[in-house]
């Protein structure tokens, strides 16, 4: 009951966050192409961010200075992994979704199909409508419509409310964590260039430093934050992306309680024994009453085991939710779904990037989860999710295609403005292709997830 409030808090959360990351995507396509702000939108994002200590740019990278949409890339997006890898820890070692083979293996099994599929999908046919693209461009843009975006494919799933049987809302959301986890590997794997062993070095150094802290149980949020800054820096030059440090950080923050749930109950109760009982008149109700000290030291130990029975995992997690939700996620989504129309056409939607990222989203993904599941099920490796059938399980399917958040970012890797050996205006404009396959592909899912959701869901 515990995890299953778990991910009924986790859904609430991404669905919140959704509707602000629609509006942020409203308001970068408009300002991406209203004649007096759409320079502005392109220069604006591209201005330098230096940070000098001691005579020393300390985001220098590679001879080239960060960006301000370099920083919400790579450091704002580092918290959002931060985030993403303490739901992960959280599912794998404290008895969630992901805990156990049997609990993991069916989203885990629907994430696979739904990360090779649409990977196939858009190599062969951005491959074969692209008028001859560079197979090297073909091969960087394949990744990105293999993720689902949690924020907006459980937003989706929510308008349906009470509808929705608790094992397909389980079920989606913890395909959503595997699919992250599958995008934390391709990042780290795909987009890596070159390899610095000197700040790797410094990487490690700081997980041995967060690994003893752990250790000792150190609750401070404030050091895990701070050694984390220093492993962000190391991690961005490293030439690994520095979203990465959020992952790594993640894993080492502790889960465990240093005397267990049982310890902190009984020493909350023993202390509400001691606490003296009084009677609260009508009179007396408004007038303040004097505490004694072994009154106050009772109710400090209260406090203090009342905050630690609540792991610095999950603590921090609460910490990020509002910041990521209500910040991060839109003002990446401001910064990244501007894609400007000029000199696009809809034919645009029918060739090269854009229809492999759309195909990818709207087919593979679907084509993906829905073979890997009925595999599955037909094997009796697993089970259908709880209250569903075919039918329902479908939707679900379909919503996995709004890939929106992850699948943007994965295109800013994929075809950056600076990629050696080729054109910045050839960059620019698969990666205007990608985001229009993206926003269409997703739109197109949310669409088609939520009329057969409808038609197939329960009323009552």
């Not at 009924?8 to 990351?21: D, N, Q, W």
């Not at 300002?31 to 000098?52: C, D, G, M, R, S």
């Amino acid at each position: 009951m515990k995890h299953n409030y778990t991910f009924m808090s986790t859904i609430r959360k991404y669905a919140e966050g959704g509707i602000f990351l629609i509006l942020a995507t409203i308001a970068a396509l408009v300002v991406a192409n209203l004649p007096f702000t759409k320079q502005w939108y392109q220069e604006f994002w591209q201005e330098p961010l230096q940070l000098i200590v001691g005579g020393v740019d300390l985001l220098m990278h590679n001879g080239k200075s960060l960006t301000i949409g370099g920083f919400v890339n790579d450091f704002l997006m580092a918290i959002f992994f931060l985030s993403v890898g303490l739901e992960l820890k959280r599912e794998i070692f404290c008895g969630g979704e992901l805990s156990s083979y049997r609990k993991a293996l069916l989203p885990v099994i629907a994430a696979i199909g739904g990360m090779v599929v649409p990977t196939v999908i858009f190599g062969l046919s951005t491959y074969f409508t692209s008028g001859g693209t560079d197979f090297a461009l073909v091969g960087r843009g394949m990744p990105i419509p293999m993720a689902t975006d949690i924020a907006f494919s459980l937003g989706v799933l929510s308008m349906f409310s009470r509808r929705v049987p608790l094992g397909l809302k389980v079920f989606l959301a913890a395909l959503a964590v595997a699919d992250d986890l599958g995008g934390i590997f391709v990042i780290a794997i795909k987009y890596t260039d070159h390899i610095s062993l000197p700040h790797l070095a410094g990487v490690l150094l700081c997980v041995i430093i967060c690994a003893a802290e752990a250790y000792r149980n150190v609750r401070s949020k404030m050091i895990y934050f701070m050694v984390g800054l220093v492993m962000w820096w190391c991690m961005f030059q490293s030439g690994i992306h520095s979203t990465i440090a959020g992952v790594v950080l993640a894993f080492c923050i502790p889960a465990r309680l240093s005397h267990g749930t049982k310890y902190y109950i009984e020493r909350i109760r023993t202390q509400i024994d001691k606490f003296p009982h009084y009677e609260v008149t009508v009179h007396h109700k408004h007038t303040p009453h004097m505490l004694s000290r072994e009154d106050i030291q009772n109710l400090r130990s209260i406090e203090s085991a009342s905050d630690h029975l609540i792991s610095t995992l999950q603590d921090t997690e609460d910490v990020l939710r509002n910041p990521i939700s209500l910040f991060i996620i839109p003002l990446f989504a401001f910064a990244n779904a501007g894609v400007c129309f000029d000199g696009m056409s809809v034919g645009n939607l029918f060739q090269g990037a854009a229809l492999g990222v759309f195909l990818g989203l709207v087919v593979g993904k679907f084509c993906g989860v829905m073979l890997a599941c009925w595999l599955g099920i037909k094997t009796r490796l697993v089970q259908m999710p709880t209250g569903s059938n075919w039918s329902s399980l479908s939707g679900i399917a379909l919503l996995c295609g709004i890939g929106f958040t992850v699948s943007t970012f994965l295109a800013t890797l994929s075809y950056p403005m600076d990629l050696p050996g080729y054109e910045p205006t050839q960059m620019q404009s698969l990666l205007n292709d990608a985001k229009l396959g993206i926003l269409c592909g997703s739109i197109v899912s949310a669409v088609l997830g939520s009329i057969l959701l409808n038609k197939v869901l329960p009323r009552k």
